[in-house]
């Protein structure tokens, strides 16, 4: 299965600032998945990203508070834009690996926002 | 993709079997149940998944019903770094990849 490097591991933010995350994976994958665990709760998907065409974004979720880039097959970034505390999460990017191998996910970006 | 129900708590002895349910009575023909653990401050890590047929790795058994309406995922011999929040997701293969995942199973393993 893919192996997914995602960093930062961690990151502490103000208010108001952005904070991008990237995701790396080993394998080139057609479909990378940006997902939100809020404390204590389950992930919840922010968007799908397919290279070469603008991500698909779930309900609740818009582009310009979580813009994503898709360069190529195996790298993806999410930005968390204009930061409140309320961004305070788990983020998660996950890929496909393969058919009988289910979802990859990386180790996460543990976010704090003060 | 069908919606899952399983419940938010159970315990197991070390050693013992560990048997999480998931209710997915919705689930259509051409949805597969994937099992899914997250160990805290981890991603999570895929499990194991089937269609109808009942699954067996190196990590654990998947029991289907026959009506595909509810699954078991047995964990053989439970030890105490398989607490975790398991997750039962319902998938279909044309649903563009993504997955909705519930509320899980918060498993504890006692010694």
């Known amino acids: 299965s893919a192996v997914i490097s995602q960093k930062p591991s961690r990151d502490i933010c103000q208010r108001g600032t952005s904070l991008t995350i990237q995701c790396q994976v080993d394998?080139?994958?057609?479909?990378m998945f940006w997902y939100r665990q809020q404390p204590g709760q389950s992930l919840t998907l922010i968007a799908t990203?397919?290279?070469?065409?603008?991500?698909t974004y779930e309900s609740g979720f818009v582009i310009d508070k979580f813009p994503i880039s898709r360069p190529n097959l195996t790298f993806s970034t999410l930005t968390v834009s204009n930061m409140s505390p309320e961004d305070s999460s788990i983020y998660l990017c996950s890929v496909e690996g393969g058919w009988g191998w289910g979802y990859t996910f990386g180790s996460g970006t543990r976010l704090t926002v003060v | 993709d069908a919606k899952t129900t399983q419940p938010p708590s159970m315990d197991c002895a070390e050693g013992r079997a560990a048997n999480l349910p998931c209710n997915h009575s919705t689930i259509s023909g051409n949805e597969y149940v994937y099992w899914y653990r997250q160990i805290h401050s981890q991603g999570p890590q895929y499990i194991i998944h089937g269609l109808k047929n009942n699954e067996t790795n190196e990590m654990a058994s998947l029991i289907i019903t026959e009506d595909r309406k509810s699954s078991t995922l047995i964990l053989p011999h439970a030890t105490l770094r398989d607490t975790a929040v398991y997750y039962c997701?319902?998938?279909?293969?044309?649903?563009?990849?993504?997955?909705?995942f519930g509320d899980g199973t918060t498993l504890t393993v006692k010694p």
């Open positions: 990203a397919n290279q070469g065409s603008e991500a």
């Open positions: 394998s080139q994958v057609t479909m």
């Open positions: 997701i319902v998938r279909g293969f044309t649903n563009a990849g993504k997955s909705t």
